[in-house]
Each structure stands twice: as C-alpha cells, then as structure tokens.
C-alpha cells in the first residue's frame, strides 16, 4: 500500500474518530457502593453527577467534558441518604434533591435540598418533611426526586411523603439559600403516588409526572396508572389526568417536547415482574393522543428523551443473553409515532451496568447515568457510571485492536 495513501487514512480515522461526536464511558470510586442517579451537563461542555457514595453519602461530581473528575463533594454528615436529581443554577452552581434516613431510624426520613457552588464547596443543606401526628416517625417517609431552579432564582423539589400505608406528592419551593417558603402536598385518600418528572411550563407553573396505585380494597388487583399533575407557581392543582397501565407496571420515564406535548413511559416496577413496556403520548392539556407498546421489550424501560427532529429516543436495561441476569443499558430510537425502530444500541461494560437518567447534550447526543458493577455479590464491585453517546447513540473507544504496522510496498 502506498505510504502517503495509509498516512491519509489513518488521519482519516483519527479525526473521524476524535470529532465532536465521539462517546466515551468512566466509572466513578473504588468499587464500594457507588451510584449516579442523576446528571446535568454544564455550560462548558462539562458534566455533574449525584447519586450515592460508598453506600451512604450523598454527593456532587464535576467532570470535564471528557467526563475526567474535576472535582468531588460528599456529604458526609448524612450517614444514610442519597441524591436523586441535580440541577445547575444561575450563579453557577449545583442544586440537589433527595433522601436522608437518620441512622438511629427513630426519626422520620426527610427530603433533601442541598447547594453547592462552582468549585464543589458546599454552601448549605435543609431537610423537609410532613409531619404525621397519629404515625411513629420511624415509619414515616419524605423523599425529593425532582429539582428545579424557578424564575425567581429560589428552588422548587418535588418527591413524596408518607405516613403509611400511601404517600402524597410532596412540593417544597425555597429561596435561593433553601429557606421554605411553602410547601405543598397533593393526594386521593386511596391512591399512592409515585413521582418520576417534573418538567416546567413555559407560561408558568409545572407539570409532575408519575404513577398511582390504587389501595381501595374493594379493588383487586389494584388498580395502576400513569398520572399528570399540573401545578401554578404556589403549588397548587391546575390539571390532573390519569392514564391506566398495566398490573405489576408503573411510571418510568416523562419529557415534555418543544410542541408542548407531553411523553410518559411504563414498565415493569421490578425484574421479571409486570408487562410489555409502554409510551404514552398526551397533548399540551394532558389530553391522551395514543398509547403504543415499545418495539424495545426492555426489562426497565427507563427514561425518554425527544430529539430535534421529533423522533423518540429510549434507554432502559436488557439481559446480555436470553434468560440472563447480567443486564447492559440499552439505547433505541423510534420514530415519533413509536411505530419504527431507528437504530437500537447495546452497551457493554463491567460485568452489568444499569441506567438511573438520560439527558440529550449540546452535540445532539446523550449522557447516562447509572452504575456499573464488577461482582456477583454484595457491594458488587459497584461504581457509579457516566455514558456519552453522539447522536446514533456510538460510544467510541479510540482503541486500535491488533498490530499496527507501515507498509512500505
């Protein structure tokens, strides 16, 4: 071959190979209990994880945009908690929701909110809860989920609170230093609430998605379904629509598109349990435009995104081999009707990996969040995960495998 002709082509690959579009995956810790449950991608390119560190803490990471770890908070004055979701805020800094069991479990759990600034100093962490006077605090329960930043720079979690045995919708809106200024919660005396999304509304006000049980005893099987709560900007009720799924189903994923029509997903609430995976398509009011089952029987149909030119993209986890229980996180994109299968994308590594969160990125691509695990066994050799992808949902290597040589003939 001639030397000039392979030269040519090698820089070809290179530079094919080191675009914009290039995908990458990195494991977070020491192999010790580690999670990403969350991640936002930052104004330089960058990314910020949250989720569980060594199996206790909350935390924050900041990577490049390569995903190399810039920096780390850990909470560790929770002993037992863990983030749920991450947002930027307009100072440039990090707000997290989530969950913090006191370890004495003689106090009821609470919602956390909690702020860091651009170079992961935290700056202060609140809990929430409602109180339960007729229930032990013990098994009471508070959780965050969602978090936002609102117009007014304050910030706006959203998650549950129960006081056994169902549990309401739980709105809590502070201040830009976390002081509350009110909270709200939302429930049916039958019906238990799981939340999953919550996703702002350009003329003000959000919109909350997830999924209820109805624990009516009349009712058996109970009674699930897919639900869309719109709220103003005090938290009150503006809309409330529900969607029936399937038994041993519940809520996994919610987007709202750039037409103002809202995305919901199902699936199964555990491994081998429940049924097909759904999408739902609801329009700007709640108003249900139609229902189809996913060409992509995920075991955990996970979270969807909608691309720029309107078609659906899906991840969810999927056995490595039939009747597996080692799992890898699946990437599909349908067409906007669910009707067409696009491109499907398997990614392999550790011995499972597992996705909590998609986001698309700047590039037109996406970043997953989740963890990878190395054992069989407990704590799994577990670490949390980051994933880019570009926009056919590759995640490249940069890797020659084999000899490379130069032909002089």
Request: net charge negative; proline share 4%.
């Amino acid at each position: 071959m001639n030397t000039r002709l392979l030269l040519t082509l090698i820089i070809t690959l290179i530079t094919f190979f080191s675009g914009t579009t290039q995908g990458w995956i990195r494991d977070y810790g020491n192999q010790d209990g580690n999670s990403g449950n969350a991640v936002v991608q930052t104004s330089d390119g960058g990314y910020t994880l949250t989720g569980q560190w060594v199996g206790r803490n909350p935390y924050i990471l900041r990577t490049d945009a390569d995903g190399n770890m810039l920096w780390q908070a850990v909470f560790s004055s929770i002993e037992l908690g863990y983030g749920t979701d991450i947002t930027s805020t307009s100072d440039g800094g990090f707000a997290i929701t989530g969950h913090n069991q006191p370890p004495t479990f003689d106090e009821a759990p609470t919602l956390l909110l909690a702020k860091a600034d651009a170079n992961g100093n935290i700056l202060w962490q609140r809990e929430f809860f409602e109180d339960y006077p007729n229930v032990t605090d013990s098994i009471e329960y508070n959780i965050g989920k969602q978090v936002i930043e609102t117009p007014d720079g304050g910030l706006l979690a959203v998650g549950e609170t129960s006081g056994i045995p169902r549990s309401d919708v739980f709105m809590v809106k502070t201040d830009a230093n976390g002081n509350e200024l009110w909270h709200q919660t939302f429930g049916v005396d039958t019906l238990t609430y799981e939340v999953i999304k919550l996703m702002s509304l350009p003329a003000g006000g959000y919109a909350i998605a997830g999924s209820i049980v109805n624990l009516d005893p009349a009712i058996f099987p109970a009674a699930r379904a897919l639900f869309l709560l719109q709220i103003d900007e005090q938290g009150n009720e503006l809309d409330f629509d529900m969607y029936p799924i399937a038994q041993g189903n519940k809520a996994s994923g919610a987007v709202r598109a750039a037409d103002g029509s809202f995305y919901l997903t199902s699936s199964r609430a555990f491994f081998n349990s429940g049924q097909e995976s759904s999408i739902f398509k609801l329009d700007a009011a709640g108003n249900l435009l139609w229902e189809k089952i996913s060409l992509i029987d995920f075991d955990i149909l996970q979270d969807i995104q909608v691309s720029p030119q309107g078609e659906l993209v899906i991840s969810g986890i999927y056995p490595r081999n039939p009747n597996s229980f080692e799992y890898l996180v699946t990437l599909a994109k349908l067409d906007a009707e669910a009707e067409a299968l696009i491109w499907r994308r398997e990614i392999p590594f550790g011995l499972n990996n597992f996705n909590e969160a998609m986001i698309p990125t700047s590039d037109g691509g996406y970043a997953i969040a989740g963890r990878v695990q190395y054992e069989v066994s407990w704590p799994y050799g577990q670490n949390a995960m980051l994933v880019k992808t570009n926009n056919e949902g590759y995640v490249y290597t940069c890797t020659l495998d084999g000899d490379v040589f130069l032909d002089e003939n």
